[in-house]
């Protein structure tokens, strides 16, 4: 039977997980602003929250009704078939999300929400399940539009961008799967050679190494599809096993990663080191600024410093048109892929960007700038 999910991620990569998506397997693939639309059978449910390196979360749609009141709300949700889905142990949370929503009070639905899931258990068992904010086994999701609700359980459990990988962190750090969205945009493809020269705690080399060795992302983590009734343990077992098997051994690869601070860089080595993968990576400390091409062609990826993480907006000021000049020296052949969220760097960086992809890391809205370096020119090729 086919059932309908729902992937939401940063905004900007909607395109490309639309892509990443309908080549895992995904039917009725259909992007929207923040997300995908899909459908597929359970099994295909398993496979993405196992592979997808862009989603943020991989949700069930429950029901899609219109609402006029808290009431209808309620209505709608004590109506559902709660006991089958999952047992009175499990702890719940409810999470609502709005657009042109006519309720006063988000919290209040939120509420009747959760009423609605207890008040059914109440009458079905008796008793009714314990509601859990930090870790909730269970995640129940609304999303209310101006007549119409969406209801949502959350197959992931714990966000997608969660790999159980990373554990040694920056300042501004950059999300897992927007850092592999931002590869997938630049079109890197494993083989070519991969320079961060600004790594911080190598978030772009851990999915960089991660694709080129084909480890499915989520193959070190659980999922909350394994507490629900339906849950199917030896197809769950055969897919895992089938990741496992096609998994590459950690050889060294043309990916290299640098940065100015060693705190930065001691992060990234224990990171890859907690991975196993440290072997496959070029790690040195160095300054952007003086980092020079390892390779005659490839891509330079880098989160650009936050105003926060490297002195105040003056200095980035000053760093922008150096390294507008390193690259041009350095780097010719070369494609560069800069995210920032500052946009004096437009001007300062004296070279014209060949493509902007609006993007967001967190709440923080940045720029993806591209940059086809050719030497000692400051046009783009």
Known sequence: MSEVFF????????AVLGNELAALGAQEVRTTDGGVHFSGSW???????LHSRIA???LWRVAMADYRSEQDIYDTV??????????????????????????????????KIKDAVCDKFRALCGERPSVDTHAPDIRIHAFLEHS????????????LFKRGVRQHANIAPLRENLAAGILSLAGWQPGTPLLDPMCGSG????????MSLNIASGIGRSFAFEKLKNFDAAAWQRIRAEAQAAQKPVTPLPIYGSDLYGDELKAARLNLENAGLLEAVSLKQANVLEVS???EHGILVANLPYGERMGELDELAQLYP???????????????YLLTSDKAILKLMRLSPSRRTPLFNGTIECRLLEYKIVAGSNRPR
């Open 7 to 14: 992937a939401p991620c940063p905004r900007g990569l909607e």
């Open 43 to 49: 099994l295909l449910g398993y496979r993405v929250n």
């Open 56 to 58: 943020s979360r991989i």
């Open 78 to 111: 004590h109506a559902l078939p709660w006991g089958d889905w999952f047992d009175v142990s499990r702890t719940i949370r409810v999470n609502v999300a709005a657009i042109k929503c006519p309720l006063k009070s988000l919290d209040f639905a939120t509420l």
């Open 148 to 159: 119409r609700m969406t209801l949502y359980v959350d197959t992931s459990g714990d966000a």
């Open 203 to 210: 978030t772009f080399l851990i999915e960089a190494v991660q």
């Open 293 to 295: 091409a390892p390779a």
């Open 322 to 336: 150096k390294l507008g000049d390193a690259l041009k020296k350095k780097f010719g052949g070369w494609t560069a």
